[in-house]
């Protein structure tokens, strides 16, 4: 059902707190957590959490409930509103990984619901009809409650059956998030080296990078602009990566430009996913291009009204509080609205988040990318507020650097008007621009939109 460890023996599978497990370790903790199962009497079938960010125990664990035909639904210890999300997904066990509680045994606590749930959700009874392993990915939230997206993990496997390169990389993105959990099968069904660092900062980040030779950063654009900030790839020997994959939001090109002029060495790679469709394989046309083709075998793109649809293999069942938004003949409107150039397409932002000024569509992203090249601007987030006459106003948060923090505020105000006259329509200039300490970021790494 999952993968053969085996065969890789005593190559080293993941790196955590400095010590290394092999992937005999690995396939030896999955029997060991599958046989606990059996003994538990837990049923094929059985909605299960795994609490935990990424540590060893957590990713055996994964496998394990997989082997044993369970429903998997991983929450990272940050999330919030953890209560409701357990009634969301119907979770019957939970399994609890932290620093206080002795993970050398598999620990189940079952849980009771106040709901009755004998039944299940339609889509938990055709997964247990399919005898297939499941998983349970939340949306963000950021716009209301958070969607329960329910996946086949199977197909999800069998995209990984022939290895690929065995890469060691950073297990960045998080635990409970489609493009970490792609991270981790795509290392460990290749014999790569998972590295699993305690904090998500530019220096432990980079410091893991040296300490463990890592060949593969799969980051988002607003840290790899905060590692610009920082200066921190001063301090350490980066020369053993050679790919650094980008996503979950819009990568501003100043920072791409940037950043592969500091490592011309460093294959740039944007990639794309989302919860309800997984990760398609992706190709950008050179490292300093933000155009890219999607594709990929069982995968299909189209374009409608400017708007991203895919059709994928790997695609979610459905949600368990929300109705479908799968076209009858499959088709998912991602919502991203994208330009073309003849197979390439460059996304220009969300839908959700577009201005619309006068009538005008305005994409924060390329507001953002103009305010963002300027040397005094360290980063910049752009917004619509109301306004009686427009429908609309842009409006701009922008993070000074050192150079614009020696600026009187009007000043600085002064020449990113001017500078966005330069390189803007008039409708898209900024109406208000506030001046502050620090952009609000997600504790995903991503800018906060909401």
Avoid at 300 to 314: A, K, N, P
Wanted: net charge negative; aromatic share 8%; charged share 25%.
């Amino acid at each position: 059902m999952t993968f053969n460890f085996h065969q890789f023996n005593n190559r080293s599978a993941i790196i955590h707190q400095d010590i290394e497990y092999s992937y005999s370790w690995l396939a030896e903790k999955i029997a060991a957590f599958q046989s606990q199962l059996e003994n538990s009497a837990t049923p094929a079938g059985a909605v299960v959490s795994i609490e935990s960010d990424f540590r060893p125990e957590a990713a055996a664990l994964f496998f394990a409930l997989a082997e044993h035909g369970c429903v998997i639904v991983p929450l990272t210890p940050e999330v919030k509103n953890r209560d409701s999300l357990l009634e969301v997904a119907q979770v019957q066990y939970r399994c609890r990984f932290d620093h206080n509680i002795p993970s050398s045994d598999l620990r189940l606590e079952e849980r009771k619901n106040e709901r009755n749930e004998s039944q299940g959700h339609p889509i938990y009874t055709e997964l247990r009809a399919r005898a297939h392993p499941g998983l349970v990915l939340f949306s963000s939230g950021t716009t209301g409650t958070p969607k329960a997206a329910v996946h086949d993990l199977q197909p999800m496997f069998d995209r990984f059956s022939t290895p690929r390169h065995p890469y060691r990389a950073i297990a960045f993105l998080m635990f409970d998030h489609i493009g970490g959990l792609n991270t981790m099968l795509y290392i460990l069904s290749s014999g790569g080296g998972l590295v699993m660092v305690e904090e998500r900062t530019p220096e432990a980040v980079l410091q893991a990078v040296e300490k463990h030779q890592v060949e593969l950063l799969p980051v988002s654009p607003t840290f790899l602009n905060m590692i610009l900030l920082s200066e921190a790839y001063r301090h350490y020997d980066l020369s053993s990566l050679k790919v650094v994959s980008y996503g979950t939001e819009p990568m501003p090109a100043a920072t791409l430009q940037r950043f592969h002029q500091l490592f011309p060495h460093v294959r740039m790679q944007q990639t794309y996913g989302l919860s309800e469709i997984g990760i398609p394989g992706t190709r950008s046309r050179s490292s300093d291009s933000l155009w890219l083709k999607i594709g990929g075998e069982g995968v299909e793109t189209r374009i409608v009204d400017g708007i991203l649809h895919i059709r994928s293999s790997t695609a979610m069942l459905g949600y368990l509080n929300a109705p479908g938004p799968f076209t009858e003949d499959g088709w998912l409107n991602t919502g991203d609205a994208v330009e073309t150039d003849g197979e390439y397409i460059r996304f220009l932002g969300r839908e959700d988040n577009r201005i619309n000024v006068g009538g005008e569509k305005v994409y924060p992203a390329e507001i953002e990318d103009v305010i963002i090249s300027m040397t005094e601007v360290a980063d910049a987030r752009v917004y619509g507020e109301k306004n009686l006459l427009t429908g609309a106003i842009t409006a701009a948060e922008v993070e000074p650097t050192k150079a614009g923090k020696n600026l009187p505020p009007e000043e600085l105000r002064k020449n990113i008007r001017n500078h966005c006259q330069k390189h803007l329509s008039r409708y898209k200039v900024p109406a208000r621009i506030n001046i502050v300490d620090t952009i609000r970021r997600t504790d995903r790494g991503k800018k906060e939109r909401s």
